[in-house]
């Protein structure tokens, strides 16, 4: 069975501050690795994806993650976060053997303040 | 390209009543996802389609809801009867054929008093 951790409920910073959102995952297979966001009330709008390659993943608005298979983790990361940040993050994961069944973390909300 | 359409954005019932969700997935996308999201949670799947067939309704409380998605394309969810604990947002997704990303709609967020 495959589960995703998200080590941090909230995460308060202030904005132009760099920010790392932690993503643990658990699998006994080959995974795929996903950040969703979530503006309030808006539904989920994919940040990047790594299915394969470069370990190094880039996504929209200026963020990144880093695929670490030796520690099952795939964090979130931003050089300087913008007010306009303010979101909810989710971390999923896909089992290569489905190909579509996405499991999601419990979500990590960040909160950019002046 | 028009996204992931859903309606209605809100709805506000009683316990023991019905209520009826509608999605229209992304044009040509055959996989088509519902989830229930709690209020602090992520997303969980309830049912997925594949065309007009279903893939995995292993989630989807049974006695009380259905989904169905008769031309392969609109689908709707619905709840009967409704209870307390439905309290939610009902999120619609969609994923072309050789993807693996899914697309989200705005939801629907249910509240049962």
């Known amino acids: 069975a495959q589960s995703v951790t998200q080590l941090d409920s909230q995460v308060p910073v202030f904005e132009e501050a760099p920010v790392e959102l932690r993503c643990n995952y658990s699998s006994s297979v080959s995974v795929y690795l996903f950040w969703y966001v979530q503006y309030p009330n808006q539904g989920l709008q994919l940040l990047l994806k790594y299915l394969s390659g470069s370990t190094l993943v880039k996504g929209i608005n200026g963020f990144e993650a880093e695929f670490n298979k030796s520690q099952t983790s795939f964090h979130l990361r931003k050089p300087s976060v913008h007010i306009s940040d303010t979101a909810e993050y989710f971390c999923?994961?896909?089992?290569?053997?489905?190909?579509?069944?996405?499991?999601f973390g419990t979500g990590t909300r960040l909160q950019v303040t002046l | 390209e028009a996204g992931v359409a859903q309606s209605p954005r809100y709805k506000i019932i009683e316990k023991r009543q019905s209520v009826a969700f509608w999605c229209n997935p992304i044009s040509g996308h055959a996989t088509l996802y519902w989830y229930q999201q709690i209020l602090g949670q992520g997303p969980k799947l309830l049912i997925q389609?594949?065309?007009?067939?279903?893939?995995?309704d292993s989630q989807l409380p049974k006695d009380r809801f259905s989904a169905e998605r008769l031309k392969g394309v609109d689908s709707t969810l619905k709840i009967q009867p409704a209870k307390l604990e439905d309290s939610a947002v009902y999120l619609c997704?969609?994923?072309?054929?050789?993807?693996?990303?899914?697309?989200f709609g705005p939801g629907t967020r249910l509240t049962v008093t």
């Open positions: 997704a969609s994923r072309g054929q050789g993807l693996y990303e899914q697309y």
């Open positions: 999923a994961v896909i089992h290569t053997g489905t190909a579509s069944k996405l499991t």
């Open positions: 389609f594949q065309n007009n067939g279903v893939v995995d």
